[in-house]
C-alpha cells in the first residue's frame, strides 16, 4: 500500500528532521521545506538510503507570508500530513529590550506557522482528509517572566490549532497540537536542563507519528508535564507573580 507524503515545515530543525526519520521508517515519501533547502542533500540522501523512500528539498521561508499560496500550489503532490516544526526562541531580556526581535520571536512561532498552516488546512478541507501537526510549547500555558514573548507567541500558536481542530473536525481533516516541554536540540544547548523533564527530538518525532496514526488531539511529549502546566495554571495570581519560575 502507497503512504501518503510527510511535508516537513522547518526541516532543519533537529526536531523536524527527527521528525523526517520517523515517518521515513514507516515507508512514507518525505518533502523537507525550509530556507536554503538545496543544503539539506546530504540529510536527503540520508533518509533515501537509510528508509528506501522517495525525499525532496522544498525552499520555504516562515516569515515570507506573501510567498506561503505559492509554496503550497509549487509542491509536487499535496501532502497526506503536514509537521510543522518551524520556531524561534530568542533571548528573553534581548526581546524585552529590543521590539524588533520580540516581533522575530512572534512571527516565528505564531505568525509564519499559523500562516502555513491555515493555507494548507484549506486544501486538505477542499479534499476532505489530511493531518495538520502543530509544535507548540508548554510555555505557552502561563507566561512567565523568563520568557513570556516565546510564551505569548505559542499561547497564540496553541490557541490557533485550537480552533483550526474545532473548525475541521467533521470536515475529515485531523490537527494535532504537540507539547514537547524541554527537548534537548541546537536551540537549548547551553541551557541547564533537568534531565527528567527533557525529551530527545527522537521522543518528539514517535510521539508525532502516534497521534497522527492514533487520532489523538493534545499530546504531553512527556506526560508528567501535563501535571506540571496543571499546577503552574492554578497558582493564584497574587503568589505566582513573586515566584520566578
Known amino acids: 500500500m502507497t503512504k501518503t507524503p510527510v511535508l516537513i515545515l ?12 520517523a515517518f521515513a521508517a514507516q515507508g512514507h515519501p ?5 530556507r536554503r533547502a538545496d543544503t539539506l542533500g546530504a540529510e536527503k540522501t540520508d533518509l533515501e538510503l537509510r528508509h528506501g523512500v522517495p525525499v525532496s528539498l522544498h525552499d520555504f521561508d516562515a516569515l515570507a507570508l506573501e510567498d506561503h499560496e505559492g509554496f503550497a500550489d509549487a509542491l509536487p503532490e499535496l501532502p497526506g500530513i503536514a ?4 520556531g ?16 522575530q520571536v ?13 493555507v494548507l488546512a484549506n486544501r486538505f478541507e477542499q479534499r476532505g482528509t489530511g493531518t495538520l501537526v502543530g509544535i507548540s510549547s508548554v510555555a505557552g500555558e502561563r507566561g512567565r517572566a523568563s520568557n ?9 500558536f496553541t490557541a490557533f490549532l485550537s480552533g483550526l481542530r474545532n473548525r475541521l473536525a467533521r470536515k475529515g481533516v485531523h490537527v494535532v497540537t504537540v507539547l514537547p516541554g524541554f527537548v534537548a536540540t541546537q536551540m537549548t544547548e547551553g541551557m541547564d ?28 511529549v512527556r506526560p ?8 503552574i495554571r492554578n497558582i493564584p495570581e497574587a503568589i505566582f507573580k513573586k515566584t520566578s519560575i
Not at 526541516?11 to 526519520?21: C, M
Not at 513570556?148 to 497564540?156: E, L, N, Q
Request: hydrophobic share 50%; glycine share 8%; aromatic share 8%.
Open 10 to 21: 522547518g526541516a532543519r530543525s533537529d526536531i523536524g528532521l527527527a521528525v523526517a526519520h
Open 30 to 34: 518525505v518533502q523537507l521545506a525550509a
Open 83 to 86: 509537521v510543522c516544526a518551524v
Open 88 to 103: 524561534y526562541m530568542g533571548d528573553q531580556a534581548e526581546s524585552e529590550q529590543t521590539p524588533y526581535q520580540a516581533a
Open 106 to 118: 512572534l512571527r516565528s512561532n505564531f505568525e509564519g506557522p499559523a500562516s502555513i498552516l491555515a
Open 148 to 156: 513570556y514573548v516565546y510564551g505569548s507567541a505559542k499561547a497564540g
Open 193 to 220: 536542563l533537568p534531565a527528567k523533564l527533557t525529551a530527545q527530538p527522537e521522543e518528539v518525532a514517535k510521539a508525532i507519528t502516534a497521534a497522527a496514526s492514533k487520532g489523538r488531539n493534545v499530546v504531553y
Open 224 to 231: 508528567v508535564w501535563q501535571l506540571i502546566m496543571l499546577i
